[in-house]
């Protein structure tokens, strides 16, 4: 039996839904973020030396990182549907958007809210705030920015053409590229975005990803 060590408002959301999506039996534990500073509980250390989720416990020991955890359950319990393409286009496309959800998007994204979080909270004593929000606009506009507005287009551009990142039919990859794009999405930052919009939309409708939120808990993303 797989157990999920499920942390809320995290990427664990999207490994509920592909456990769901592939009807795999697993056991949850909850875990519950520090309500003022945000973090992940200690707990989960004693799950792995990280202290993040989400966790997989196998049979064979934990598995650390939402990547690695969708392709051993793609590998191992995909049938007929979540299926990794085989060859062609389709694979390059698998093998691309897997990597860039976490390589390439979310760190503008998490740098983006980090930086966006402490210039709302301002800083103290007040005279130093002008200061510090000029430093986070220069960082934010000099590279931060342009890096995350870039790859949003990129991404805009191909869901415009096509309905899922890999193919005919939704496979790890979307499981990869939901989190980032519904977090992106209820922070209201894709007003302009409607193909990205529209694919949060597609993935939020599907029946097992609904059952992921029951079973799931407090999620803010969707």
């Not at 992940?40 to 934990?62: E, F, I, M, Q």
């Not at 975005?193 to 993935?203: H, M, P």
């Amino acid at each position: 039996m797989l157990t999920l060590h499920h942390l809320n408002n995290s990427r664990s959301q999207r490994v509920l839904w592909l456990l769901e999506e592939l009807c795999v039996e697993y056991n949850i534990e909850f875990y519950e973020r520090d309500k003022t500073t945000n973090l992940a509980p200690d707990a989960l250390t004693k799950v792995h030396p990280l202290g993040r989720s989400p966790v997989l416990t196998t049979p064979h020991g934990n598995i650390a990182e939402s990547g690695a955890i969708v392709e051993y359950l793609v590998k191992n319990h995909a049938d007929e549907t979540f299926v990794t393409p085989q060859d062609g286009e389709a694979l390059q496309q698998y093998w691309f958007w897997m990597h860039f959800a976490e390589g390439s998007l979310m760190p503008p994204l998490v740098a983006n809210l980090v930086l966006e979080k402490a210039r709302q909270k301002g800083s103290k004593p007040f005279f130093i705030k002008p200061i510090t929000n000029k430093l986070i606009d220069g960082i934010l506009n000099a590279y931060y920015g342009p890096n995350l507005a870039k790859s949003l287009q990129y991404v805009e551009s191909y869901l415009s053409r096509n309905t899922w990142f890999a193919g005919d039919a939704p496979t790890g990859a979307d499981v990869q590229m939901i989190f980032p794009l519904e977090s992106l999405v209820a922070s209201g930052k894709a007003k302009d975005l409607k193909a990205i919009q529209e694919f949060v939309e597609r993935v939020h409708a599907r029946p097992a990803y609904q059952a992921a939120l029951a079973k799931g808990g407090e999620y803010a993303y969707a």
